[in-house]
């Protein structure tokens, strides 16, 4: 898996951050108060990340994610007021409740002992990350963003969003290394589909939320561990083999 690899880059929320379910819960929350105390039996975290694939080529896909939400639910406030109520509602999870997958850290930190340039490739957006690195201390004590992550791209940094390869692409170009020299982990179809598009190798931590894609993730990877102690054990093998 790291035979010849220089460069690993990490999604953020549901691969390194266990977050996915909170921003299920943020958006369980935001839906009510958009459709005045109502909500279907919709999957929330399916329902957006399939909104997000469908603008990845908007200027702002969660601002026209919030459009959705307004249409769907009748509201009658802007979607820019929805997305600034999404994040008002968000900040107190984002600042102390979201933690790194168990283990995430150890991996983070072996593979930069190692020797791996380590890179975050995220969706998420500037304000969000922001959070993670200054604010919350569950992030900050156990392997600080800053200290471990050689760039951190967030979605700010590209104008199309994931499936679009284009992040991929700019890592690539600001570090001057060949896609066989790199690995990318994700955790989700949309994320493993944007390697693939990147032609880029894959690796994929199991998150729950993501159990509706599991088949199509697993063909569209070359490897899948079930968490980050089943990751640590095998690169640990891997590189020592190889020593």
Request: net charge negative; charged share 35%.
């Amino acid at each position: 898996m790291l035979k010849d690899k220089k460069v690993i880059i990490f999604d953020l929320d549901g691969t390194l951050i266990d977050s996915i379910g909170i921003w299920n819960e943020i958006d369980k929350e935001l839906i009510k108060t958009v459709g005045n105390g109502s909500i279907d039996k919709v999957d929330i975290g399916k329902q957006r990340d399939e909104k997000l694939k469908e603008y990845s080529k908007c200027e702002d896909a969660y601002l026209e994610y919030c459009g959705f939400l307004k249409e769907k639910y009748h509201s009658k406030i802007s979607k820019e007021e929805i997305k600034k109520l999404r994040y008002e509602i968000a900040d107190n999870y984002l600042r102390t409740v979201i933690d790194y997958k168990p283990n995430a850290e150890k991996v983070l930190k072996y593979l930069k002992e190692k020797g791996f340039i380590l890179i975050i490739a995220s969706t998420t957006n500037d304000h969000t990350i922001e959070n993670y690195k200054n604010d919350n201390p569950n992030i900050i004590n156990k392997a600080n963003i800053e200290d471990i992550f050689s760039l951190v791209y967030s979605k700010g940094a590209v104008k199309q969003l994931k499936p679009n390869p284009e992040i991929h692409y700019k890592i690539l170009k600001e570090l001057n290394v060949d896609k066989e020299e790199c690995l990318i982990i994700e955790d989700s179809l949309i994320g493993v589909e944007t390697a693939n598009n990147a032609d880029i190798e894959v690796a994929v931590i199991y998150d729950k939320y993501s159990d509706c894609n599991r088949e199509e993730i697993n063909k569209l990877s070359q490897y899948q561990f079930k968490d980050y102690n089943e990751m640590l054990n095998y690169i640990k093998n891997e590189l020592e083999d190889n020593q």
